[in-house]
């Protein structure tokens, strides 16, 4: 079983960064993929960013240039650096992974805040 547990959201003004932090239990090595989404308050949720296994990584529009996912298999974690944070970047981030093997399972973290002041 694979539980996430993110960290690291609170309050910024705009302009600020901050880095996300998701601690993975179980063999970060077993997940195919990772990812961050958020929802900001009354949409949906949207992916922010996501790694692969093999390192590669995607990006939303939006956050290009200025957000970067990583992850530490060491120390089962991934994380998100954000910097020169938008008032519009004030959402509930969420960590994923999806694991494929048996059979493709997707987990979600609890969500932590973000908010961005202007």
């Known amino acids: 079983q694979v539980q996430l547990v993110e960290s690291g959201g609170g309050l910024v003004q705009a302009g600020g960064s901050l880095r996300l932090t998701c601690v993975v239990s179980?063999?970060?090595?077993?997940?195919?993929?990772m990812g961050w989404y958020r929802q900001p308050p009354g949409k949906q949720r949207e992916l922010v960013a996501g790694?692969?296994?093999?390192?590669?990584?995607n990006y939303a529009d939006s956050v290009k240039g200025r957000f970067t996912i990583s992850r530490d298999n060491a120390k089962n974690a991934m994380y998100l650096q954000m910097n020169s944070l938008k008032p519009e970047d004030t959402a509930v981030y969420y960590c994923?992974?999806?694991?494929?093997?048996?059979?493709?399972?997707?987990?979600w973290g609890q969500g932590t805040q973000v908010t961005v002041s202007s």
């Open positions: 179980g063999n970060i090595l077993s997940l195919n993929s």
């Open positions: 994923n992974a999806v694991k494929r093997l048996p059979v493709t399972r997707t987990y």
């Open positions: 790694i692969n296994f093999d390192g590669s990584q």
